[in-house]
Nanobody
Framework: QVQLVESGGGLVQAGGSLRLSCAAS????????MGWYRQAPGKQRELVAT???????NYADSVKGRFTISRDNAKNTVYLQMNSLKPEDTAVYYC???????????WGKGTLVTVSS
């Protein structure tokens, strides 16, 4: 079992920045990929970014150039630096982990990000 706890969400004005953190605990030896997903009201959950243990990253087109995912393997923590935020980035952001980037099997409870116009 892996436990994931997100932090860093909040309210920010358009154009501002936020940094999300996700700390993993439990059977962390099983974790290769970690990532961030988001779900806006009335929409399906979607990929934001993923990162492997070796540092390979993948981003949704909508966040490329604005968001940066990073990882501290020693601290079992993944981060999401979000810059130039837009109202359409408003969503609950979920941290996830798994053996590969397209097969996440553990999820956090989410943290709300609200971007005001």
């Amino acid at each position: 079992q892996v436990q994931l706890v997100e932090s860093g969400g909040g309210l920010v004005q358009a154009g501002g920045s936020l940094r999300l953190s996700c700390a993993a605990s439990g059977s962390i030896f099983s974790i290769n990929a970690m990532g961030w997903y988001r779900q806006a009201p009335g929409k399906q959950r979607e990929l934001v970014a993923t990162i492997t243990r070796r540092g390979s990253t993948n981003y949704a087109d909508s966040v490329k150039g604005r968001f940066t995912i990073s990882r501290d393997n020693a601290k079992n923590t993944v981060y999401l630096q979000m810059n130039s935020l837009k109202p359409e980035d408003t969503a609950v952001y979920y941290c996830a982990s798994g053996p590969v980037a397209n097969d996440m099997d553990y999820w956090g409870k989410g943290t709300l990000v609200t971007v005001s116009s």
